[in-house]
C-alpha cells in the first residue's frame, strides 16, 4: 500500500457512497487489489471495502465472469 494515499474510514466512506452518484470501485494494481470512492472520496482499506461491499450492490459486472469492478450503496 502507499501511504501517501489518505485512507477513508468506514463513516466516512459510507457518508459519501450514501450521495447520488458515488460508488466504491476496485482497480487492481501491481501492488495488488486498492478499493476507492468515487468520485471526491478516496481510498479505502481492503477491511473497509469487505465492510462496505456487505451492504453495497453490484452495478458493473466487469470485465471478467464473477470479478465485479463498482458497486452502490444499499441492496
Keep these: 500500500m502507499d501511504n501517501y ?3 477513508m474510514s468506514y463513516a466516512a466512506a ?3 457512497l450514501r450521495k447520488p ?3 466504491l470501485i476496485v ?3 501491481k501492488s495488488g487489489p486498492e478499493y476507492f470512492v468515487t ?3 478516496g481510498r479505502v482499506s481492503s ?3 469487505e465492510r462496505l ?3 453495497c450492490r453490484e ?3 466487469g470485465l471478467f465472469p464473477g470479478m465485479p469492478q463498482a458497486w452502490r450503496w444499499g441492496r
Design 59 to 61: 452495478v458493473d459486472p
Design 5 to 7: 494515499r489518505p485512507v
Design 39 to 41: 468520485p471526491g472520496g
Design 47 to 49: 477491511i473497509t471495502a
Design 27 to 29: 482497480s487492481h494494481l
Design 14 to 16: 459510507v457518508a459519501f
Design 53 to 55: 461491499l456487505q451492504r
Design 21 to 23: 452518484g458515488r460508488k
